[in-house]
């Protein structure tokens, strides 16, 4: 099963298309060899039917078998010199010793069926890359780049670099990340966000590689090119999983490598107590016994009961827009017992309007706008770009600052003429300067329940700018589901103040609520957890939560934006925004592991049930491949199973958002009333 786990590095998409070429052709060529080597034992065979001498008939039946054996034997040798003997290397000893004993045709057709099955193992790792190969296509190799003069002209991809502007026509895949600067069109999201109503693409709105243009033409600001792409890293995460070795697995391949000398021991025994005779006969069945003992008790099903599981797993969940960075964190996502969420972003929808101008004594509304829009400019933070389009609207433009600093929790300072300004939390601006403390607490009462970007410039406290998003409409259902999951905790965790937590910690149903917290506040609640003996899963936008993410057992990132941090910090990105994938991560973990555990019940199921079989006699020689391939056939059938369970819930969620697209969205105020 080694052909299952895929390159760890990314390599360039040339070097990415000939090994998928490679694997084709290599695939071809082992077709071809097991067809000619097919044909012998069929010669070999009808000879024998035809009354041709036994000699004669034997001629292209040890020609067969020595052909198909040949590819089995360089497997087994690299698994005795990895000191790790396993499956092909008992299948070579078997069909050898059927050779040594003159068995021709039983060997021929010994080694046709085991490699008929690896074959079929082969081209489903290269099914695998040949998906991933395609994933990567999706990017067009030329670039349309557009000059100050408006002129176009056509280029290689390598030539494209962050900050130059790429058109895009209609039914072309975009070949870059960036941002619309002109034009408007409906961009098919489908192949990051399983998402598929396409969006509406207008200035200003963020679009990646890969996706599809489809109605308008668009020229688009580039941010990211290649690797760098969020399909780039898609593919890198699907890389590093494929490839990733979880402890279970390990323990797996392990056990096979002692399960080898017990096989052997087994064989060994089965020849010894059925040899005593002095019958030729009855010593050329008993070496077929122990011949049949090493074919039936192979571990290849064993050794793929974990694997195909986890092919299978994370296929269904990057149907749905969940990319799961390492096997060892879906299996973790089985065992949590207790959710910890951030608010801004992942429990609300993170777009927020202002509400309210609350300016300190002798400040007018205008100047704490200006000085809000001028500080928060550079800022990419939620509540940062709704205070730039409320100013916008307002028709205050920012003036231009010397150097800017983001504070992560705190918030920013910039550094302008008029004096430093720093805008963030009140609590911040009451440690760098306490003789504001009672105008803050002042300004507090009036942005009671609201999110609040306070002001100072110059030393001096100009009061805050009350903010307002929205509870996500499946918030609560979610909270709820991972209840029914058996989920015994769920959290909040957020830097936002405390009434605006408690109050969308109401309205879905959270069991405790931790606000106000610097990350590294989080880190200590989150350790603290931990050292409980709770198994947690964290969830955020991956912007301020990356040490969380980094330590819980299952860190997931939120949406396209958070792709960066989910590469680095969490185990999972959602590629959109939808929270009941997050229920459905827990679901399709555990039914992994129910499934990985009836895999490796049946193989072994199998192996003993052969083993009885073969060492009484009750089975040929020439049935025993039949069922050692039928191990195979189980196990992957039965590891699909998880590919269909994506399925379904694919179909449900469906119906579920054409239904509450019917339903008005309730504001967090309202909801938390309702609750």
Known sequence: MSELALAGASPSEQSLREAGSAGAERLE???????????????????????????????????????????????????????????NSLASLAVIAAIVVGNYLAAGFLAFFLWLAELVLSRTAWGAQRAI?????????????????????????????????????????????????????????ASLTGEAVPIEAQPGTEVYAGTTNLTG????????????????????????????KSERQELIEELAS????????????????????????????????????????????????????????????????????????????????????????????????????????????????????????HSNHPLAKSILETAEKARIRPQAIERYEELHGRGVVAHAEGGDILAGRGRWLVEVNPSIAEEVAAVEKRIEGMSGVHVMQGGRYLGAVGLEDKLRRNAPEVVSRLRELGIRK??????????????????????????ECLPEEKHEELKYLISRGHRTLVVGDGINDGPILASAEVGVAMGLSGSDIATNSAGVALMNDDLRHIPFLVEIARRTRVIIAQNIAASLLLAIVGLALAATGRISLWIAPMLYAAGYVVVIANSLRLVRFGEDFAETEEARRRAEAERPVKPVRQAARTA
């Open 490 to 515: 769920v959290c909040i965790f957020t830097g936002d103040r405390l009434p605006v937590a408690t109050r969308v910690g109401q309205a879905v149903g959270v069991d405790s609520i931790e606000a």
């Open 258 to 377: 002692y399960y080898v000398p017990v096989v052997l021991m087994v064989a060994g025994l089965v020849w010894f107590f059925t040899s005593k005779s002095t019958d030729p006969a009855v010593r050329d069945e008993a070496a077929v016994r122990a011949i049949t003992v090493l074919v039936v008790t192979c571990p290849g099903a064993l050794l793929i009961a974990h694997p195909t599981a986890m092919v299978a797993a994370f296929a269904a969940a990057a149907r749905l827009g969940i990319m799961i960075k390492q096997t060892r964190t879906l299996e973790a996502a089985a065992s949590v017992d207790t959710v910890i969420m951030d608010k801004t972003g992942t429990l609300t929808t993170g777009r927020f309007a202002v509400s309210r101008l609350a300016p300190a004594e002798g400040v007018d509304g205008a100047m704490l706008l200006q000085a809000a829009a001028d500080g928060e400019q």
């Open 29 to 87: 060529r082992q077709l071809f060899v097991a067809l000619i080597g097919g044909v012998l034992l069929l010669v070999s065979w009808l000879a024998r039917f035809a009354g041709v001498s036994e000699q004669v008939a034997a001629i292209p039946a040890l020609l067969g078998a020595i052909m198909l054996v040949i590819p089995l034997l360089r497997k087994a040798t690299r698994e005795i010199a990895a000191g790790r003997p396993s499956s």
């Open 217 to 244: 033409q668009i020229d688009v600001d580039v941010t990211a090119v290649a690797a760098q792409t969020t399909i780039g890293k898609v593919e890198r995460l699907i890389r590093e999983a494929e490839s990733a």
């Open 133 to 189: 190969r395609e994933l990567i296509e999706l990017t067009p190799d030329i670039a349309r780049l557009v000059d100050e003069a408006g002129e176009e002209r056509e280029v290689g991809l390598s030539a494209v670099a962050p900050g130059m502007i790429v058109r895009v026509r209609p039914g072309e895949n975009l070949p870059v990340d960036g941002r619309v600067i002109r034009g408007t069109s409906s961009i098919n999201q």
